[in-house]
């Protein structure tokens, strides 16, 4: 008689155990899921923000691209040569940012709740390098801006002394913007001058969205 109520007891206890179990596996299930739709969320946010920039962004582009053709076409001389090619290579560059940020605000926009976390790891990273690249690939055409006031005249006629500055000038901010080109990469995210370059809330929205999508990973793993 003890034995058989011994073994209902432990059957109970073990019910109670299995119920306990698959409760907590429910709670855990629950909340893992509202603190992914929850970090999703702040990450979509601040997503959202970073596309309203760069739509901005986009149309200054554009017009500034305009701006120099229309400079460009209407102060074409000779003694403008340098001014001209100077502003063609600016206007190049800004026409390569323009379209790099149009493909980035098409990649926010493909970032959703539907995307698994593997998916929208892969957008973000991808969103964070290309804002790297465009980046430094501005930087390039730093030179130019020193080149801007440069004539045909003043060459010929500023002697040595007006040769000297000017590539010593240009030459300097050549290889600042070589420099930058090539040091700008995440590996260098904890360096000061690389937080004193990427200190914009452009930079900010990127890493946050990336933070809060990590966070469900370790969530997960946890």
């Given at each position: 008689?003890e034995?058989?109520?011994?073994?209902?007891l432990?059957?109970?206890y073990?019910q109670?155990?299995?119920?306990s179990?698959?409760l907590?596996?429910?709670?855990?299930?629950?909340n893992?899921?509202?603190?992914?739709?929850?970090q999703t969320?702040?990450?979509?946010?601040?997503?959202?923000?970073?596309a309203?920039?760069?739509k901005?962004?986009?149309?200054?582009?554009i017009?500034?691209?305009?701006l120099?053709c229309?400079?460009i076409?209407?102060?074409?001389t000779?003694?403008?040569?340098?001014?001209n090619i100077s502003l063609?290579?600016?206007a190049l560059?800004?026409?390569?940012?323009?379209?790099a940020y149009?493909r980035?605000?098409?990649?926010?926009?493909?970032?959703?709740e539907?995307n698994?976390?593997?998916?929208?790891?892969?957008?973000?990273a991808?969103?964070?390098?290309?804002?790297?690249?465009?980046?430094g690939i501005?930087w390039?055409?730093?030179?130019f801006?020193?080149?801007?006031s440069?004539?045909p005249?003043?060459?010929?006629?500023?002697?040595?002394?007006?040769?000297?500055?000017?590539?010593?000038?240009?030459?300097?901010?050549?290889l600042?913007?070589?420099?930058?080109?090539k040091n700008?990469?995440?590996?260098n995210r904890?360096?000061k001058?690389?937080?004193l370059?990427?200190?914009?809330?452009?930079?900010t929205y990127?890493t946050?969205?990336?933070?809060?999508?990590?966070?469900?990973?370790?969530?997960k793993?946890e």
């Amino acid at each position: 008689m003890e034995d058989v109520t011994l073994q209902n007891l432990w059957k109970q206890y073990d019910q109670q155990l299995q119920e306990s179990r698959l409760l907590n596996l429910q709670a855990w299930a629950l909340n893992k899921q509202n603190f992914e739709m929850l970090q999703t969320q702040k990450a979509k946010n601040k997503l959202n923000k970073l596309a309203i920039f760069k739509k901005w962004a986009v149309a200054l582009g554009i017009g500034l691209v305009v701006l120099l053709c229309f400079l460009i076409i209407n102060t074409t001389t000779w003694q403008g040569i340098f001014f001209n090619i100077s502003l063609g290579m600016i206007a190049l560059f800004t026409l390569l940012a323009v379209m790099a940020y149009i493909r980035q605000v098409v990649l926010i926009h493909q970032i959703d709740e539907s995307n698994s976390l593997v998916e929208t790891q892969q957008k973000l990273a991808l969103l964070q390098s290309s804002t790297l690249r465009i980046t430094g690939i501005l930087w390039l055409q730093m030179p130019f801006y020193c080149t801007m006031s440069l004539t045909p005249a003043m060459l010929a006629n500023g002697g040595i002394k007006a040769w000297v500055i000017s590539i010593v000038v240009t030459g300097l901010f050549t290889l600042a913007a070589i420099w930058l080109y090539k040091n700008i990469h995440y590996k260098n995210r904890h360096k000061k001058w690389f937080k004193l370059l990427f200190s914009s809330l452009e930079w900010t929205y990127v890493t946050k969205a990336i933070e809060y999508i990590d966070e469900i990973d370790r969530f997960k793993k946890e």
